[in-house]
């Protein structure tokens, strides 16, 4: 618990404060000058996220980028948040990650941030202005896409299992949420 | 923290007294800033109005205080109101039957879409959100498992509450 006492003393937190987190295999990130500090995840969501990161960056054109976690995304001064897997455009990123809003951010859902990723951070990025939030949820599996109209977030698409998702923001392609499952024997 | 697991309250209880607000949500852990004055201001009123209505079963108390609402989610309301025979001596270690929040910059989003569906999925009756900027009251009532807007009241609009109790309150009187 001694990193704990590296936190500034009753202020709201900064990107500055996270450079001092410890590399603990926890997610550190900042909403709205809260620290919020989330589980590693487990081996079966980085592996969901690794099969969507690769149908992502097959369809993804040469302008745009698709990264996956951890990379900072910093929404403003107090927000500093690192989704699953984000799509921006190349010439955006500096070398400490992205300064600025993406066109999409996915979030893989994990019993530990649920809660976080549906209504946090879905509404955190609506404020924001990113065009596009999907959600995966790997109990099913499920594919949740919520799009910005007129600055709300209104969901567009919800497939489970084999159903197709054939998205056309921020590029085309074709999500079938089973087949982001890895299969093991 | 411990290597990577999701936390737990006992986690929790070992981080230090630094002037922070810890709260474990799911194993998560949100750390927020130390509210300023008029937001104390605010709350103070509130829980001189709910105290002086409280029937006798019945105990307000403020935050900082640990509501646990499960072995991975302990949250710190603002002003919380539970049956007497509830509370042991470290916490609140069942739903309360009213969380009250006072809104700050940090916490707008937190009180206005995480905590309210915590305390909706462990079965808060009530929940009150007061704006100290705006001199807004808002209650929600659980119906069907889900939080329904029954009142928004701004300025000198006198509200009643039926729960936990009948108590009136106007949001002008809440400022000092």
Not at chain 1, 110 to 138: F, H, M, N, Q
């Given at each position: 618990m001694d990193t704990m006492t590296l936190l500034p003393q009753g202020r709201p937190l900064t990107r500055d404060d996270l450079d001092a987190m410890p590399d603990d295999g926890h997610r550190y990130e900042i909403i709205d000058g809260v620290l919020v500090v989330t589980p590693a995840p487990s081996t079966g969501h980085q592996d969901l996220v690794r099969q969507l990161f690769l149908v992502l960056s097959a369809a993804c054109p040469d302008e745009l980028e698709v990264y996956f976690a951890p990379l900072e995304v910093m929404l403003s001064e107090d927000t500093v948040i690192e989704p699953d897997l984000l799509v921006a455009?190349?010439?955006?990123?500096t070398g400490r990650g992205l300064p600025g809003a993406p066109l999409l951010a996915v979030e893989v859902l994990s019993p530990g941030t649920r809660r976080i990723d549906l209504v946090v951070k879905r509404s955190r990025l609506e404020a924001a202005g990113v065009p596009s939030y999907w959600v995966v949820?790997?109990?099913?599996p499920t594919l949740t896409v919520w799009e910005l109209v007129e600055g709300h977030y209104v969901e567009v698409a919800h497939v489970a299992c084999q159903e197709e998702y054939a998205a056309t923001s921020p590029f085309p392609v074709t999500i079938v949420p089973a087949r982001l499952r890895r299969h093991r024997p | 923290m411990p290597w990577s697991r999701p936390l737990t309250r006992a986690d929790l209880d070992e981080l230090p007294d630094d002037g922070h607000r810890y709260e474990l949500i799911d194993g998560s852990v949100l750390i927020t800033p130390v509210p300023h004055v008029a937001h104390q201001a605010v709350l103070g009123r509130v829980l001189a109005a709910l105290s002086a209505a409280c029937p006798s079963e019945l105990e307000v108390l403020p935050g900082p205080f640990n509501v646990t609402l499960g072995p991975a989610t302990s949250l710190q309301p603002d002003l919380v109101v539970a049956r007497?025979?509830?509370?042991?001596e470290h916490d609140l270690p069942v739903a309360p039957l009213l969380v009250v929040e006072a809104l700050t910059p940090h916490t707008r989003r937190l009180d206005l879409t995480l905590k309210p569906s915590c305390y909706a999925a462990a079965g808060t009756a009530s929940y009150w959100v007061i704006d100290p900027d705006e001199l807004t009251l808002t209650a929600w009532e659980l119906m069907d498992g889900a939080y329904v807007e029954v009142a928004h009241v701004t300025g000198n609009d006198e509200w009643t509450a039926s729960l936990p109790f009948p108590v009136t309150l106007t949001p002008a009187t809440l400022r000092t």
């Amino acid at each position: 618990m001694d990193t704990m006492t590296l936190l500034p003393q009753g202020r709201p937190l900064t990107r500055d404060d996270l450079d001092a987190m410890p590399d603990d295999g926890h997610r550190y990130e900042i909403i709205d000058g809260v620290l919020v500090v989330t589980p590693a995840p487990s081996t079966g969501h980085q592996d969901l996220v690794r099969q969507l990161f690769l149908v992502l960056s097959a369809a993804c054109p040469d302008e745009l980028e698709v990264y996956f976690a951890p990379l900072e995304v910093m929404l403003s001064e107090d927000t500093v948040i690192e989704p699953d897997l984000l799509v921006a455009r190349s010439d955006e990123f500096t070398g400490r990650g992205l300064p600025g809003a993406p066109l999409l951010a996915v979030e893989v859902l994990s019993p530990g941030t649920r809660r976080i990723d549906l209504v946090v951070k879905r509404s955190r990025l609506e404020a924001a202005g990113v065009p596009s939030y999907w959600v995966v949820d790997p109990e099913e599996p499920t594919l949740t896409v919520w799009e910005l109209v007129e600055g709300h977030y209104v969901e567009v698409a919800h497939v489970a299992c084999q159903e197709e998702y054939a998205a056309t923001s921020p590029f085309p392609v074709t999500i079938v949420p089973a087949r982001l499952r890895r299969h093991r024997p | 923290m411990p290597w990577s697991r999701p936390l737990t309250r006992a986690d929790l209880d070992e981080l230090p007294d630094d002037g922070h607000r810890y709260e474990l949500i799911d194993g998560s852990v949100l750390i927020t800033p130390v509210p300023h004055v008029a937001h104390q201001a605010v709350l103070g009123r509130v829980l001189a109005a709910l105290s002086a209505a409280c029937p006798s079963e019945l105990e307000v108390l403020p935050g900082p205080f640990n509501v646990t609402l499960g072995p991975a989610t302990s949250l710190q309301p603002d002003l919380v109101v539970a049956r007497h025979d509830d509370f042991t001596e470290h916490d609140l270690p069942v739903a309360p039957l009213l969380v009250v929040e006072a809104l700050t910059p940090h916490t707008r989003r937190l009180d206005l879409t995480l905590k309210p569906s915590c305390y909706a999925a462990a079965g808060t009756a009530s929940y009150w959100v007061i704006d100290p900027d705006e001199l807004t009251l808002t209650a929600w009532e659980l119906m069907d498992g889900a939080y329904v807007e029954v009142a928004h009241v701004t300025g000198n609009d006198e509200w009643t509450a039926s729960l936990p109790f009948p108590v009136t309150l106007t949001p002008a009187t809440l400022r000092t």
